[in-house]
């Protein structure tokens, strides 16, 4: 992530769930590279959004979202990519399209959210709508935790 130290402390750890998404596209890219199986890819992805990337969404949209409002245009965009992803991760059909998708359309949603969204969001929120979020933020699982590693190259 290029700008860690602009983001104010409140919203560090989704910046850090937002680098764990970054590294999410790039194995599936790596997988997808490497000719690993789609179903095999399908599993960590599956776990990934389980374990990981649902919470956050549900985080961003219950706590972070609400400071701009949702006739905001960013926070609209926002929730319309959740949604778009949401189905590419869910979807049990056309596997490989479906990896495809979230590989490019994850890195820019995240991108969209840490250089244009959350920018605003920090420059708008009062000191209570920060603090609100820095301790309503749950700590999620570690998404390096899955063992296996398709994306490192002697484990094919
Ligand atoms: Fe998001
Ligand atoms: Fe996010």
Do not use: C
């Not at 920060?130 to 994306?151: G, M, S, V």
């Amino acid at each position: 992530m290029p700008n860690p130290i602009k983001r104010h402390t409140a919203l560090q750890p989704i910046s850090r769930e937002h680098h764990h998404g970054l590294l999410l596209s790039w194995k599936i890219r790596e997988g997808l590279n490497r000719d690993i199986k789609p179903a095999r890819i399908k599993k960590f992805t599956d776990w990934f959004w389980e374990n990981h990337l649902q919470q956050h969404f549900e985080f961003e949209e219950k706590y972070i979202f609400p400071i701009l409002g949702e006739d905001n245009k960013m926070v609209k965009r926002a929730i319309k990519e959740h949604r778009r992803l949401k189905r590419f991760f869910t979807s049990s059909d056309r596997i490989a399209i479906n990896l495809s998708l979230i590989e490019e359309e994850l890195v820019a949603h995240i991108r969209f959210e840490e250089r244009e969204l959350f920018n605003f969001i920090q420059e708008v929120a009062d000191k209570d709508q920060l603090a609100l979020i820095e301790l309503t933020h749950q700590k999620i699982p570690n998404p390096e935790a899955w063992e296996d590693e398709f994306w490192v190259k002697h484990k094919h």
